[in-house]
Protein backbone atom coordinates (compact mmCIF):
# COMPACT_ATOMS: atom_id res chain seq x y z
CA UNK A 1 0.00 0.00 0.00
CA UNK A 2 0.86 3.81 -0.92
CA UNK A 3 0.29 6.89 -0.33
CA UNK A 4 1.48 9.75 -2.31
CA UNK A 5 0.88 13.64 -1.48
CA UNK A 6 0.43 15.96 -3.98
CA UNK A 7 -0.07 20.14 -4.84
CA UNK A 8 2.44 21.69 -3.23
CA UNK A 9 3.90 24.82 -4.62
CA UNK A 10 5.23 28.17 -4.60
CA UNK A 11 2.33 30.58 -3.48
CA UNK A 12 2.71 34.21 -2.71
CA UNK A 13 1.50 35.00 1.21
CA UNK A 14 -2.26 35.31 1.76
CA UNK A 15 -2.84 32.45 -1.72
CA UNK A 16 -4.09 29.28 -1.19
CA UNK A 17 -3.06 25.53 -2.08
CA UNK A 18 -5.01 22.47 -1.76
CA UNK A 19 -3.04 19.17 -0.92
CA UNK A 20 -3.99 15.90 -1.47
CA UNK A 21 -3.15 12.43 -0.25
CA UNK A 22 -4.25 9.76 -2.36
CA UNK A 23 -3.66 5.74 -1.66
CA UNK A 24 -2.66 3.40 -3.75
CA UNK A 25 -4.49 -0.23 -2.92
CA UNK A 26 -6.69 0.86 -0.69
CA UNK A 27 -9.55 3.45 0.31
CA UNK A 28 -9.03 5.67 3.52
CA UNK A 29 -12.60 5.17 4.86
CA UNK A 30 -11.60 3.44 7.86
CA UNK A 31 -8.33 5.32 8.28
CA UNK A 32 -7.26 7.62 9.96
CA UNK A 33 -5.24 10.57 7.61
CA UNK A 34 -2.53 13.01 9.47
CA UNK A 35 -0.75 15.72 7.34
CA UNK A 36 2.88 16.82 9.08
CA UNK A 37 5.18 19.17 7.94
CA UNK A 38 8.79 20.19 8.22
CA UNK A 39 10.65 22.86 7.51
CA UNK A 40 14.61 23.24 7.29
CA UNK A 41 16.32 23.08 10.40
CA UNK A 42 13.24 22.66 12.43
CA UNK A 43 11.44 19.05 14.19
CA UNK A 44 8.74 17.51 12.17
CA UNK A 45 4.93 19.12 13.44
CA UNK A 46 1.77 17.98 12.93
CA UNK A 47 -1.00 19.96 10.98
CA UNK A 48 -3.93 18.51 10.99
CA UNK A 49 -5.55 15.18 10.84
CA UNK A 50 -9.27 13.51 10.99
CA UNK A 51 -10.54 11.16 12.55
CA UNK A 52 -11.13 7.38 10.77
CA UNK A 53 -14.64 6.88 12.89
CA UNK A 54 -16.62 9.83 13.48
CA UNK A 55 -15.09 12.53 10.89
CA UNK A 56 -13.36 14.72 14.08
CA UNK A 57 -10.39 16.97 12.85
CA UNK A 58 -8.02 18.09 15.14
CA UNK A 59 -5.74 21.39 13.99
CA UNK A 60 -2.38 22.80 15.21
CA UNK A 61 -3.20 26.09 16.89
CA UNK A 62 -0.20 27.50 13.81
CA UNK A 63 -3.00 26.40 11.01
CA UNK A 64 -6.37 26.81 12.91
CA UNK A 65 -8.93 28.67 11.36
CA UNK A 66 -7.26 28.75 7.58
CA UNK A 67 -6.61 24.79 6.87
CA UNK A 68 -9.47 22.44 6.40
CA UNK A 69 -8.94 18.56 6.17
CA UNK A 70 -11.82 16.75 4.17
CA UNK A 71 -12.15 13.16 2.93
CA UNK A 72 -12.80 13.46 -1.00
CA UNK A 73 -16.54 12.17 -1.28
CA UNK A 74 -16.42 10.77 -4.55
CA UNK A 75 -13.18 9.38 -4.46
CA UNK A 76 -12.52 7.27 -1.29
CA UNK A 77 -9.49 6.95 -1.53
CA UNK A 78 -7.96 10.72 -1.40
CA UNK A 79 -7.95 13.39 1.60
CA UNK A 80 -7.50 16.77 1.05
CA UNK A 81 -5.85 19.51 3.02
CA UNK A 82 -6.67 23.05 2.20
CA UNK A 83 -4.83 25.53 2.98
CA UNK A 84 -6.26 29.37 2.85
CA UNK A 85 -4.13 32.95 4.04
CA UNK A 86 -1.53 31.12 3.81
CA UNK A 87 1.79 32.64 5.52
CA UNK A 88 5.84 32.48 4.87
CA UNK A 89 6.07 30.48 8.13
CA UNK A 90 4.04 27.80 6.32
CA UNK A 91 6.92 26.76 4.11
CA UNK A 92 7.84 23.38 4.52
CA UNK A 93 7.92 19.97 3.46
CA UNK A 94 4.27 18.11 4.11
CA UNK A 95 3.58 14.80 4.43
CA UNK A 96 0.62 12.68 4.78
CA UNK A 97 0.27 9.56 6.77
CA UNK A 98 -2.34 6.94 7.42
CA UNK A 99 -3.02 4.11 9.52
CA UNK A 100 -6.16 1.64 10.31
CA UNK A 101 -6.98 2.69 14.07
CA UNK A 102 -9.98 4.60 15.70
CA UNK A 103 -10.05 8.36 16.03
CA UNK A 104 -7.17 10.68 15.21
CA UNK A 105 -4.03 10.48 16.22
CA UNK A 106 -1.95 13.84 16.55
CA UNK A 107 1.39 11.60 17.59
CA UNK A 108 3.54 10.79 14.46
CA UNK A 109 4.94 7.82 15.70
CA UNK A 110 1.16 6.18 15.69
CA UNK A 111 0.90 5.92 11.78
CA UNK A 112 2.44 3.70 9.89
CA UNK A 113 2.20 4.32 6.22
CA UNK A 114 3.64 7.69 4.97
CA UNK A 115 3.58 9.56 1.58
CA UNK A 116 6.31 11.09 -0.31
CA UNK A 117 6.89 14.85 0.88
CA UNK A 118 5.24 17.80 -1.38
CA UNK A 119 7.08 20.89 -1.17
CA UNK A 120 4.96 24.34 -0.20
CA UNK A 121 6.78 27.45 -0.52
CA UNK A 122 5.03 30.87 0.75
CA UNK A 123 7.17 33.62 -0.45
CA UNK A 124 6.60 36.80 -2.76
Known amino acids: VQLQASGGGLVQPGGSLRLSCAAS????????IGWFRQAPGKEREGVSC?????????YADSVKGRFAVARDNARRNVVHLQMNSLKPEDTAVYYC?????????????????WSQGTQVTVSS
Open 97 to 113: AARNVPGAPTDAAQYDT
Open 50 to 58: ISSSDGSTY
Open 25 to 32: GFTLDYYA
